[in-house]
């Protein structure tokens, strides 16, 4: 089954035409800075007309915001995506850290909404100096990428080297850990029967 982007669109204004996206481009200025930005429109096949339907005027919206981004000297949405995958963070653990709201870094990735030149400081700031991001991630109560692998082996450490102090300690009670039992059977040798009893003795 063909989805919506893939079905032929037909023109609202003769209605018979197929319309074709084209691309052009459009002057903006922002902030005493002038720029060209693409300029997405849908022109129908048959009769001509140029349209601006809802997938090309927001394209057209994304483009204005990203020509904003860099004026103002903010991360664009493809440099805050590529800052979070640099970090290891998914889009929940990234708003979690930096806010937001839940779908923040969805948005401001795609350039639908531009973020506050404070939180775009702290994310440049924990790019370039990884402890700050710990300690953020510390501070939020958010697990960094690799840090429950690394508690998970921490874990399994601290286990095993009680394990052996717990047998260790049950060795020494039952007297197994003593030089006298342990040299009381020469290796590769059969116990004599005194060694045996002296050892159920000590474990009795």
């Known amino acids: 089954m063909a989805t919506q982007s893939e079905q032929q669109r037909v023109c ?13 481009t459009h002057i903006v200025e922002h902030a005493g800075v002038r720029g060209s930005v693409p300029l997405y429109l849908a022109q129908c096949a048959a009769c001509g007309s140029e349209l601006a339907p809802a997938t090309e005027a927001k394209m057209n919206k994304r483009a204005v915001i990203t020509f904003r981004k860099r004026v103002d000297g903010l991360l664009t949405g493809a440099e805050m995506r590529a800052a979070r995958a640099s970090m290891g963070l998914t889009q929940a653990q990234a708003a979690a850290l930096f806010g ?3 779908v923040a870094f969805s948005r401001y990735e795609n350039d639908d909404v531009t973020q506050s ?14 402890a700050n991001l ?21 874990f399994d450490s601290l286990l095993t080297r009680n394990l052996r102090d717990i047998k260790h300690s049950l060795d020494v009670q039952l007297g197994l ?13 059969q116990p004599s029967v005194s060694t045996i009893q002296a050892w159920w003795k000590r474990v009795a």
Do not use: F, W, Y
């Open 12 to 24: 609202p204004v003769c209605g018979e035409g197929s319309l074709e996206q084209r691309i052009d």
């Open 134 to 154: 710990r300690e953020l991630a510390r501070r939020k109560g958010v697990v960094l990428p690799g840090e429950a692998r690394n508690a998970g082996k921490l």
């Open 100 to 102: 937001g709201g839940k």
């Open 117 to 130: 030149e404070a939180m775009d400081s702290l994310i440049r700031l924990c790019l370039s100096q990884p």
């Open 177 to 189: 850990g003593s030089s006298e039992v342990r040299h009381a059977q020469p290796p590769h040798t």
